[in-house]
């Protein structure tokens, strides 16, 4: 078997036993226990000896001195892989859930001739700090009122997304930065907006996607007038609560079901 030692290891050995002062059969029989040693190891691992302990004849315990003839040693050996099994990479439940839309389409195109899976029209501007998201949906329906958005948003999220059916209007915003915060706080994965936001700067600022058609300066009214939980029509696509959405950077899609590649 052949022995594997780094050349700066091996020279420390040689110095360390040249001085003890051995004669030459004694350096000789010194080198072959180190030998002896180092054949202990096989070729796949590296040897790092940590600490040798011997009594010297005559003398107290010294440590960091070879054995040689009539020495014991106590020898600590630890090994290091020369090989190190590589970690597996883990997959965060965001990363799955934020699928390329891309990929989707290509791999569920049945799906989509059925109209189990359908593609909104580009007509959303991208916001939000998180670009890619999705989730399960949750609807509601209002007209420049967004009293309804906040109760919502209050509510625990669980990483589903908001689709706030606006009516496409026009005239004022309904979100804004101090509901994109609590939309990020409470766990919301996203918020598409048919209809118009406000405080954008504050909104590019939140872990949350928004997807809507422009931004407005102007609030919202607060009358408390609107439905949850029903059938919205946004580009002409319906939408039921309970599907799933998925957007990213080249569009958005809607399925019945959740997907996979």
């Not at 290091?80 to 990479?89: T, W």
């Not at 909104?120 to 999705?134: D, E, K, M, Q, V």
């Amino acid at each position: 078997m052949t022995s594997y030692c780094s050349p700066r290891i091996f020279s420390r050995m040689l110095l360390a036993q040249r001085s003890l002062r051995l004669s030459l059969p004694k350096r000789l029989t010194c080198l072959c226990s180190l030998t002896d040693l180092m054949l202990l190891q096989s070729p796949s691992t590296l040897l790092r000896p940590q600490k040798i302990l011997h009594r010297v004849p005559g003398e107290a315990n010294v440590a960091g001195h070879l054995p040689h003839v009539g020495m014991k040693a106590l020898v600590s050996w630890p090994t290091l892989s020369a090989h190190p099994r590589r970690k597996e990479p883990q997959i965060s439940l965001r990363q799955i859930a934020s699928m390329a839309t891309t990929e989707l389409c290509d791999s569920n195109a049945l799906l989509l001739t059925k109209g189990d899976v359908r593609v909104l029209p580009p007509i959303f501007n991208i916001y939000g700090h998180r670009r890619a998201f999705s989730g399960p949906i949750v609807t509601v329906k209002v007209f420049e009122d967004n009293v309804l958005v906040r109760e919502l948003l209050e509510s625990p999220g669980d990483g589903r997304v908001l689709i706030i059916d606006g009516g496409g209007s026009m005239r004022c915003a309904l979100l804004g930065g101090n509901l994109a915060q609590i939309a990020q706080n409470m766990g919301w994965a996203g918020i598409l907006v048919n209809g118009c936001i406000r405080d954008v700067d504050e909104i590019n600022g939140c872990d949350v996607g928004i997807r809507a058609l422009a931004s407005h300066p102007q609030k919202s009214y607060k009358k408390r007038v609107g439905e949850k939980h029903v059938p919205v029509n946004i580009g002409g696509i319906i939408i039921h609560d309970s599907e799933w959405l998925y957007a990213d950077s080249d569009g958005i899609l809607i399925s019945k079901t959740e997907l996979s590649i």
